[in-house]
């Protein structure tokens, strides 16, 4: 989430710096939400982000989004696909500024058939936030202390349970962005079991964090959406993730400094969301699940950087090594040892929800397309030399 406004907060990092901490943790390429404000074209959203993202080091492509129905569907998905752009953010949260419809989703779905697309779903049903929300304001715990029942877990299996219905309804594929619990991953893999083409997605932040983090000194600074869950809730998710039903691990990757957090950390409904995490993705996961024996070598580069590739229409040319394809490679060492430090990290704000974590495992050289950029613990700024990625028919299985 780069250098887009959301509610009365501007994320930190622009193309530079991200693109810069993606190559330091050995991404090299980053996939940015063209999110259009209230109002705004979403068509123009995506053509403004490409201009923006001319400063980038990395290799990027773009998820477009819709936040109302458009006028034509079928019209404003193809005038997507014509700038290279196959997948589409939709919301079934924030109403007023992000939220469509069941109906909306649904109609994307079918439409994005046409060129070989696929809808990304950022599923929380709205009014049970809203009721959540209501209780918690009225008995004086909104603050970012009581971020994780402001979210409940129902609301995130509830919008999923809704969107699959309306994926098997359109005979379409479907993909859940940050899922946070086992319980909406079982939902997928039951979906897919019934001959559902959808895919789960999670975030370092919600295999290793739990809810802890709102008792601690700077809340405000975990406030996610959906929140941090319960120790259990965590372990399990990491279950789903031993056993195959997890299909990628994204950073979910959106900067505020420390100030922007705390100045509505008494509000969780007007507070920026997001943490830092593009730097870290690669390190915190092979540490955690890796040298744990929850995944395989193997089973890490598939959910980090195969699978990816496949689902955003960057495959052959991104994710795998072969003749044709660009010469990205990183070379991690498995073994080194690290202490998460904000001070030693590339990523433009105050702070990490690492900090102080030891982690094993760390890239020690990333190339991008045949370029050495990160070498010896630097970063070699290759100068705004990264390149758009148009997404081609997006690879199911």
């Known amino acids: 989430h780069l250098a887009i406004r959301l509610g009365a907060f501007l994320p930190l990092v622009s193309f530079e710096p991200a693109s810069l901490a993606a190559l330091a943790g050995g991404t090299t390429t980053i996939v940015d939400f063209a999110i259009p404000i209230p109002g ?31 006028a034509d569907v079928d019209e404003t998905i193809a005038d997507f696909a014509k700038r290279g752009v196959r997948t589409i953010k939709l919301f079934t949260t924030y109403r007023g500024e992000l939220m469509v419809d069941i109906p909306t989703i649904e109609s994307v ?24 929300q209501g209780r918690a304001a009225a008995e004086g715990r909104i603050d970012a202390r009581g971020m994780a ?22 005979d379409a594929p479907v993909y859940f962005v940050h899922q946070s619990v086992s319980g909406a ?13 959808a895919f789960s997605e999670t975030c370092p932040h919600y295999l290793v964090l739990d809810d802890s983090c709102y008792e601690g ?33 994204g950073s979910d990757h959106c900067c505020y400094s420390g100030d922007q957090k705390t100045q509505c950390a008494h ?17 915190v996961v092979w540490s955690e ?9 193997q089973g890490f580069v598939k959910v980090m950087s195969a699978n990816p590739a496949r689902l955003n229409g960057l495959y052959p040319r991104k994710g795998t090594i072969a ?23 590339h990523m433009e704000t105050d702070y990490t929800p690492y900090e102080g974590r030891t982690v094993t495992g760390w890239p020690v050289l990333v190339m991008l397309r045949g370029q050495v950029v990160f070498a010896d613990g630097d970063v070699i700024d290759p100068g705004p030399t990264g390149q758009f990625v148009p997404a081609q028919a997006i690879d199911l299985w």
Request: charged share 25%.
């Open 217 to 249: 000194e700077h809340p405000e600074r975990f406030v996610c959406c959906p929140p941090i869950r319960p120790r259990n809730a965590a372990d399990a998710l990491g279950g789903s993730l031993k056993q195959g039903f997890v299909h990628t691990i």
């Open 323 to 345: 003749p044709g394809s660009d010469a990205d490679l990183v070379i991690f060492d498995p073994e080194t040892t690290r202490v998460l430090r904000t001070e030693d990290l």
């Open 40 to 70: 705004e074209d979403p068509v123009a959203a995506l053509d403004k982000k490409i201009e923006m993202a001319a400063e980038s080091r990395c290799d990027y492509a773009f998820h477009a989004c819709l936040n109302a129905p458009p």
């Open 267 to 283: 509000d969780v409904r007007l507070m920026p969301n997001g943490l830092p995490g593009v730097e870290t993705r690669l390190p």
């Open 149 to 170: 029942a402001s979210r409940p877990v129902s609301a995130e299996e509830d919008a999923v349970s809704q969107v699959l219905s309306a994926a098997e309804r359109a």
């Open 289 to 297: 699940f890796v040298t744990t024996g929850v995944l395989s070598a």
């Open 109 to 132: 779905m079918v439409a994005l058939k046409s060129v070989s697309g696929l809808a990304y779903i950022h599923a929380e049903e709205n009014s049970a936030i809203e009721e959540a």
């Open 185 to 197: 991953v079982d939902l997928v893999d039951d979906a897919r079991r019934r001959g559902v083409a």
